[in-house]
């Protein structure tokens, strides 16, 4: 082949494949919804969809799914509740923010962790309580939630515990770490990241519900005894285990027994599914399971109707399916996080258990691409699950990556070879002269 012909063939190599790199952008990048309000004057939120999106903000949708009201003001939002207790126009949301080593206290970048009480009506924000990490991506708080007048509880993921503070003082009364209940050698695989703490519930009877991710475990702690470990859902974290419970589960909610349970209704999010386990004597048998199409989930909420509000968030919406499983209600949402329709109760407290409702069961094959599926038999799933993230958060696929490396790899090889033709020659080692 002649030296043009060779040249002619990469450069057709690196165009073609920037072509389909910037044709998959176009097709798979969706408008981002916004607002630009960031107060609701209706007369009733009844009916509001709250949505927290890691990338994008704080969404507040109409019935119809329309954005009528966006904050904006904290770089990634996690957890969001209505707060009734301060009035139903408050909501409480856990939010982290990313500072500068000068506004740190230390010589490195940090992490702002905050818990923001805001009313929807005026405007008003006040940050209840906030702590400062070293960055790392695993070290943001992704849940709180109010225990009584100036009280709330955190889910500490930068430092492995959950923890009760006082707003007012500023001070931690209460704490459990998880080295009082779990090995060292169990759960993630590094210091930095190795329970997830990612959601902490607090019960009608004043026991604690948390979910410990990397450990694929919803714990129950009693803050007077600890960890009551017959209530215990979901098995230790075990790599070889083919047949988990839960696998790096996101926001369980807990339905009382006053609607049918208890059960616990979680994003089982790496089995890609939602999952409802009923409590039974001194067990847990799962009731229900949805998981058409689901791609990574990370929260559900059982509404009063019986439907099931679904935060899918690898596919970058939320979804409402009905008690027989089918889709009702549907808007995207970039990198939702958590959603709550308000008028429903926290969570899913105002909502039936899936046995006392009648709910099907719906099944199918999960939302992740089938490549993605057969790449985790052969890398570690923090490898496979951090680039099927960064495929959420950006507008790229599968076959963009692969186009992206053939054009690398293509231009390094070209380079090489018009290296090797040219009459320049390196030669090692270097001497200076």
Not at 323 to 344: D, I, Q
Request: negative net charge; proline residues 6%; hydrophobic residues 35%.
């Amino acid at each position: 082949m002649t030296t043009r012909a060779v040249r002619l063939l990469f450069a057709a190599v690196v165009v073609l494949s920037g072509v389909a790199v910037g044709v998959d952008a176009m097709v798979l990048s969706d408008p981002v919804p916004s607002a630009e309000s960031e107060t609701i004057q209706r007369r009733s939120l009844d009916g509001v969809t709250m949505v927290s999106s890691q990338s994008e903000g704080l969404f507040f949708l109409a019935e119809g799914g329309d954005v009528i009201a966006q904050l904006t003001h904290e770089d990634t939002y996690f957890d969001a509740d209505r707060l009734p207790e301060a009035g139903d126009r408050t909501v409480l949301y856990t939010a982290a923010n990313y500072r500068p080593a000068r506004r740190c206290g230390f010589p490195t970048e940090c992490i702002e962790n905050r818990v923001v009480r805001y009313n929807l009506s005026t405007g008003e924000r006040r940050v209840l309580f906030s702590m400062t990490t070293k960055r790392y991506d695993d070290e943001q708080w992704h849940d709180a939630d109010y225990v009584g007048p100036e009280r709330i509880v955190v889910a500490d993921l930068a430092r492995d515990r959950v923890f009760i503070a006082n707003t007012s003082t500023g001070l931690i009364t209460w704490e459990w770490q998880a080295h009082q209940a779990y090995d060292a050698s169990s759960g993630g695989r590094t210091a930095q990241d190795w329970t997830h703490i990612n959601d902490v519930e607090v019960l009608p009877d004043g026991r604690l519900m948390v979910s410990v991710r990397n450990h694929d475990q919803v714990i129950f702690i009693d803050p007077e005894t600890g960890i009551e470990k017959p209530w215990t859902l979901g098995q230790d974290h075990s790599p070889e285990s083919a047949n988990k419970t839960l696998y790096e589960q996101h926001n369980p909610d807990y339905i009382p027994r006053r609607r049918g349970g208890p059960s616990v209704l979680v994003a089982d999010s790496e089995h890609n599914r939602v999952v409802e386990f009923q409590r039974r004597g001194t067990n847990w048998t799962r009731t229900w399971e949805y998981n058409p199409g689901l791609n990574w989930p990370r929260d559900a909420d059982r509404l009063p109707n019986g439907n099931t509000l679904i935060t899918d968030s690898r596919d970058n919406e939320v979804i409402e399916v009905n008690r027989a499983g089918n889709v009702v209600w549907r808007r995207s949402v970039p990198l939702p996080y958590e959603a709550e329709r308000f008028g429903s109760g926290p969570e899913s407290t105002g909502g039936p258990s899936a046995t006392s409702a009648g709910l099907e069961p719906a099944s199918g094959s999960s939302g992740q691409a089938a490549p993605l599926v057969a790449t985790k038999r052969y890398f570690p799933d923090r490898v496979v699950n951090a680039v099927s993230f960064a495929l959420a958060r950006y507008p790229i696929s599968l076959v963009s990556l692969v186009a992206v490396a053939v054009a690398f790899g293509a231009t390094v090889l070209w380079a090489i070879l018009e290296w090797r033709r040219s009459d320049y020659h390196l030669c090692l080692p270097v001497t200076k002269r």
